[in-house]
């Protein structure tokens, strides 16, 4: 099993900036690629990042790409998104979450966090 807990959430203005955290407890952590997917109010569960095990790979979604970075460290079992130009389309619940494999794909991940909430104002 692995345990995942999301922090780091708040409400923002758009342009600005927020820094996700998720840290994790359990099996390994370095086995797994870890991905940040976000849910806004009425709408599906959506893949925003993700990244490899070995930190030597990163992907994101279109509507990120350029302003959102996620990282990892792996001597503290924690995964970072940090987000700037931040807009208001980008309210949701963020999610982080720890799969097998490198995915966009939210069922191909097995362990999930319980999510923290991003609010971007006008």
Same mark, same amino acid.
């Given at each position: 099993?692995?345990?995942?807990?999301?922090?780091?959430?708040?409400?923002?203005?758009?342009? *600005? %900036?927020?820094?996700? %955290?998720? #840290? #994790?407890?359990? =099996?390994?952590?370095?086995?797994?690629?870890?991905?940040?997917?976000?849910?806004?109010?009425?709408?599906? =569960?959506?893949?925003?990042?993700?990244?490899? =095990? %070995?930190? !030597? !790979?990163?992907? /994101?979604?279109?509507?990120?790409?350029?302003?959102?970075?996620? %990282?990892?460290?792996? #001597?503290?079992?924690?995964?970072?998104?940090?987000?700037?130009?931040?807009?208001?389309?980008?309210? #949701?619940? /963020?999610?982080?979450?720890?799969?097998?494999?490198?995915?966009?794909?939210?069922?191909?991940?097995? /362990?999930? *966090?319980?999510?923290?909430?991003?609010?971007?104002?006008?």
């Amino acid at each position: 099993q692995v345990q995942l807990v999301e922090s780091g959430g708040g409400l923002v203005q758009a342009g *600005g %900036s927020l820094t996700l %955290s998720c #840290a #994790a407890s359990g =099996r390994t952590f370095s086995n797994y690629a870890m991905g940040w997917f976000r849910q806004a109010p009425g709408k599906e =569960r959506e893949f925003v990042a993700v990244i490899t =095990r %070995s930190i !030597s !790979s990163t992907n /994101y979604a279109d509507s990120v790409k350029g302003r959102f970075t996620i %990282s990892r460290d792996n #001597a503290k079992n924690t995964v970072y998104l940090q987000m700037n130009n931040l807009k208001p389309e980008d309210t #949701a619940v /963020y999610y982080c979450a720890a799969g097998a494999i490198v995915s966009m794909t939210s069922s191909h991940y097995g /362990y999930w *966090g319980q999510g923290t909430q991003v609010t971007v104002s006008s």
